[in-house]
């Protein structure tokens, strides 16, 4: 719907108008050279003048001299005969005044089409969403004295949200992305193919691994196709990829970027060329990486010095290597996945590492993008206080030499991510001129959006700021892109009391709707934390099952009504309905003795899911988000088994073989005929858990069993992991550390390996200490996590076992509080 309202203008007067009192002497001149992009310009220029002031100005094409009263669109006949020096630049463009002459030109490709929205935007025009625009009603409109040139601050801008797709709201708002439905009639758009992670569209699995598993990463002393990457020194992977891109561009001569990008996962190569150019970079993946991406970039340039190769500097490959630097034609795209998103990254402690890592890019290249984060994806619906990070940020990567921004949110079909069309339209704001005020274009879209309700919109905005905002103007509180945010005990009533506000005050139709779709976040996060399930009695299951059922039909019953399809990233609404419709309540079973209390749920892979210090009341387990993954199979104390240490575990079938007070005992049957035998007994100082892993197929089986603890670290920003190992070190492993991500990871083998007993502990003291048969293990491995609720994890790995038809083997790990 759109928003026309009374707008007071004031410009400094050149001394002619280009409408007067609704009626105009002027026409546009439209270069006989105008590309299609400059013919779309001059009619949308004709289209809000008319919307503006009821004057409609006539369009002359093939204009080779301007009338004394005109507006000149585009280099040509017209501009020469002014003597108008032209931009060159495909995305500049120069505003002139020229006697009572208005010259709009630049850049044929989008150049003048983004100077005629760079005037439009001087007289008041904006595009808040594709339905709601506001267009200034003006019977007069002076023509302003202008000299001046504009360029965006970087060359792609790509606010990538479902609602920033819309091909005028794109071109309107000067953003170049390749998902938009941006076409040559409205400048096209910076293309890519394939987006991202490539490496197996280069080399399919499927088609070389069985002759050729040479291509593919050694992992863990194994060539793999399974969750690989590519081996990156391999000459002939090299070959196969420059034939691939080849093959890519000449089906796509249009495109301007072709990825050479990394797989979603980790996987690197462990070979030893791999592992000495690694080192000959200083220790990082990225250098193997990047001499690749260069080498495939070089031949591509050699044919097509148009054409660019992009690739990630992304989860393990993010910091940069020691010596080798990006090629001119290549573009790394930095990926902060792992940042923080409440605060300015330059001022928040778990934001440091990625800072870091930003600006040592910059000083090996100045073509650097960035693919940044700008929702929550696995809740897209929940609440996401992120602008005090956005507004700050794209001017860090500004200042660093950024040339190019993906700013990833929500994108499921339909959208309806919380806030993404504010997200959108603020951050094509900033990602044009990252100098702007970003309050007031807030403000800008909250009165076009909400009308009279736009004061208590702006109060919501605050209040959910303050959550994240330092002391003393908020509670200081981090968010993440996975976590769902757990805030304030008064957060929801307050939120809830400005929503009757604003739908008091709205008097539209149209506005009370976009409020109920405002509102939908606060309805999402009153159920997605009501999912959380307590322990009571004999009874794992969430407070008042029945009627946080029906809150769940009654909210996924709304969405569709706003075209929403998924509120969560790769999930569709049908996988949500099957969540509600699978909570149940779960039968626990209850160990006490020695230290401890616990409570075991056979359902759940046969999970410890509390493990209580009954002298202090401490659960050593980590407390499970309810919007974590899988949950609530997730987290606790469990046994997997898997055909060695790096392929995900099989799939097993759990149930309760027998429960007393002083023992439990359970089995895990898998398909190819292992059968796991976990009994759970409590001693003197803790709870012992016994495993008797028997073939019970027909076939030999090969097989490594993990087991694994996620503790609470207590102060996880003074946890360390503490041990002797097996070759007499005494290792005291640090985690979460200033300059390093507030997550990660450290294995242990051979010599390094825990000699039976390791701990993790904190300042406060020993949290948990998980003891094992060294005799029998062969891997041990810790993990940490400061996001959303802390996480500290240990887990052990029997030696790689081999099972004959009918054999069995016991092992043992205990659990100690201290």
């Known amino acids: 719907m759109k928003l026309p309202v009374l707008f007071l203008l004031v410009l400094p007067l050149f001394g002619a108008d280009l409408v007067r009192n609704g009626g105009s002497r002027y026409s546009i001149c439209l270069s006989p050279q105008a590309s299609l992009s400059e013919k ?55 505003l002139q005044t020229v006697g009572e002459r208005l010259v709009i030109a630049g850049g044929r490709l989008r150049g003048t089409m983004y100077g005629v929205y760079a005037f439009l935007d001087r007289l008041g025009c904006r595009w808040f969403t594709a339905e709601v625009s506001r267009i200034p009603r003006l019977a007069t409109i002076p023509l302003p004295a202008l000299n001046e040139t504009g360029k965006p601050a970087f060359e792609y801008r790509e606010p990538f949200f479902t609602e920033a797709w819309d091909r005028d709201w794109a071109a309107r708002n000067r953003t170049n992305g390749d998902h938009t439905k941006l076409d040559a009639s409205a400048g096209g758009k910076v293309s890519y193919y394939p987006f991202v992670h490539s490496f197996n569209e280069l080399i399919p699995p499927e088609k070389y691994f069985a002759g050729h598993p040479e291509y593919f990463s050694l992992i863990g002393g194994k060539r793999r196709a399974e969750r690989s990457q590519l081996c990156l020194t391999n000459p002939d992977v090299l070959k ?60 591509i340039g050699k044919t097509h010095p148009d054409k660019l190769i992009d690739t990630l500097a992304y989860w393990y490959t993010e910091a940069p290597p020691l010596h080798v630097k990006p090629a001119p034609n290549v573009r790394i795209r930095l ?57 700050t940020g794209i001017g860090v990567y500004q200042r660093n030499g950024v040339v190019g921004l993906f700013m990833q949110g929500a994108y499921a079909p339909g959208g309806g991510g919380e806030n993404s069309e504010l997200r959108a339209y603020v951050l094509s704001r900033l990602l044009w001129n990252p100098g702007i005020d970003a309050d007031r274009e807030i403000n800008d879209f909250l009165d076009g959006v909400y009308s009279a309700a736009a004061p208590a919109m702006r109060r919501y905005f605050d209040l959910l700021h303050r959550e994240v905002r330092m002391p003393p103007r ?52 009153r159920v997605a934390h009501a999912r959380e399930y307590r322990v009571e009695g004999d009874v794992y299951s969430p407070v008042n099952l029945p009627a946080l059922k029906a809150s769940w039909n009654a909210l996924l019953a709304k969405l569709p009504g706003f075209g929403i399809t998924s509120i969560h990233e790769g999930r569709d609404l049908k996988w949500d309905q099957a969540m509600v419709d699978g909570m149940k309540p779960l ?80 089995q895990a049957d898998f398909d190819n005929g292992l059968r796991l035998i976990e009994t759970l007994t409590p001693s003197a100082n803790g709870l012992r858990i016994r495993l008797r892993a028997e073939n019970r197929g027909a076939e030999v089986i090969q097989t490594a069993v ?34 390093l991500p507030p997550d990660g990871t450290a294995a242990f083998e051979n010599d390094r390996l825990p000699d039976g007993r390791w701990e993790i502990a904190a300042a406060s003291g020993v949290r948990a200490v998980m003891l094992f048969d060294r005799d029998q293990t062969a891997r041990a491995a810790a993990g940490w996590n400061a996001k959303g609720a802390p996480r500290a994890t240990l887990a052990v790995w029997t030696r790689p076992l081999t099972l004959q038809p009918g054999a069995q083997v016991s092992y043992e790990t205990a659990i100690q509080p201290d």
């Open 40 to 94: 779309h310009a001059a009619q949308e220029l004709r289209r809000f003048l008319q919307q503006m002031s009821g004057a409609s100005l006539n369009v002359e094409p093939n204009c080779e001299k301007a009338a004394a009263q005109s507006i000149v669109i585009g280099e040509g006949p017209a501009t020469r005969a002014l003597k108008i020096v032209v931009p060159a630049g495909n995305e500049e463009y120069r």
């Open 240 to 299: 196969l990829t420059i034939q691939r891109v080849e093959e890519w561009i000449k089906a796509r001569p249009d495109t301007t970027i072709f990825s050479v990008s990394q797989n979603d996962w980790e996987g690197w190569c462990e070979c030893d060329r791999c592992l000495r150019v690694e080192q000959e970079e200083g220790g990082v993946h990225s250098g193997p990486m990047l001499r690749f991406v260069n080498a495939v970039a070089a031949e």
């Open 335 to 391: 990926c902060p996945i792992g940042i923080c998103i409440a605060h300015p990254m330059e001022e928040c402690p778990r934001s440091a590492y990625f800072v870091k890592n930003l600006k040592a890019w910059a000083r090996i290249t100045n073509q650097l993008y960035i693919w940044h984060y700008n929702t929550n994806f696995s809740h897209y619906l929940a609440p996401v206080p992120d602008f005090d990070e956005l507004r």
């Open 474 to 525: 908020g509670l200081g509180q981090h968010i993440w892109i996975f976590n769902l945010p757990a805030f304030s005990p008064a957060f929801l009533d307050q939120a809830e009391a400005l929503f009757r506000e604003a739908q008091s005050a709205a008097g539209d139709p149209a506005v009370k709707r976009r409020l109920d779709k405002a509102h939908l976040p606060l309805e999402y996060m």
């Open 587 to 666: 039968r626990v079973v209850t160990l006490e003795g020695g230290p401890f209390r616990a409570s075991i749920v056979p359902e759940l892979s046969g999970r410890v899911v509390r493990l209580v210090h009954r002298q202090t009341g401490r659960d050593l387990l980590r407390r499970l988000d309810p919007g974590e993954g899988s949950y609530p199979a997730v987290g606790g104390v469990l046994v997997e088994a898997g055909p060695d240490f790096v392929t995900r575990p099989w799939t097993a079938t759990w149930s309760l073989v027998s429960a007393s007070p002083n023992e439990v005992a359970q």
């Open 706 to 739: 993990r087991t694994t603890a996620n503790f609470d670290p207590g102060d996880i920003d003074t946890l360390s992991v503490r041990f002797k190992s097996v070759g007499g070190e005494t290792v005291e492993q640090s985690t979460v550390r200033p300059g």
